[in-house]
């Protein structure tokens, strides 16, 4: 799968196994450069406008994860709310289904996992 994943857009993976210890994939992707834009003060001001109305759930079971997303988002002007679960993931969103972003690992202790999450909120 990751091999697959890694190679549509033309990158690779590296390899390293080493015995009672596991495997690690490192996936390298293709590097893109894009034309330099400098955004003017109006802009700026309507883009930091519209991230602070935009309101993020996160679900991540692993604590450094979760604060690492919590702080790159809320440093970038979002409203973030986050929890270690599927299950408070889904209570937050069933008590507050007005967010605009949910973000979820796939797997996630608990007996609701990241797929679970989505679906359910969808139905919501």
Do not use: C
């Not at 091999?3 to 293709?30: A, N, W």
């Amino acid at each position: 799968m990751v091999v697959g994943f890694v190679k549509q857009p033309r990158g690779t993976v590296q390899v390293y196994s080493e015995l009672d210890k596991g495997t690690t994939l490192k996936p390298y992707f293709p590097a893109k450069s894009a034309p330099h834009f400098e955004p003017n003060d109006s802009v700026r001001s309507k883009y930091n406008e519209a991230v602070r109305e935009i309101r993020v759930l996160i679900a991540e079971d692993e604590e450094d994860a979760r604060n690492t997303w919590v702080k790159v988002l809320e440093r970038a002007g979002y409203q973030v709310t986050a929890a270690p679960a599927g299950e408070a993931v889904f209570a937050i969103f069933e008590a507050d289904p007005t967010f605009d972003l949910v973000l979820t690992d796939i797997v996630l202790s608990g007996s609701l996992q990241g797929r679970g999450v989505a679906k359910a909120s969808r139905k919501q």
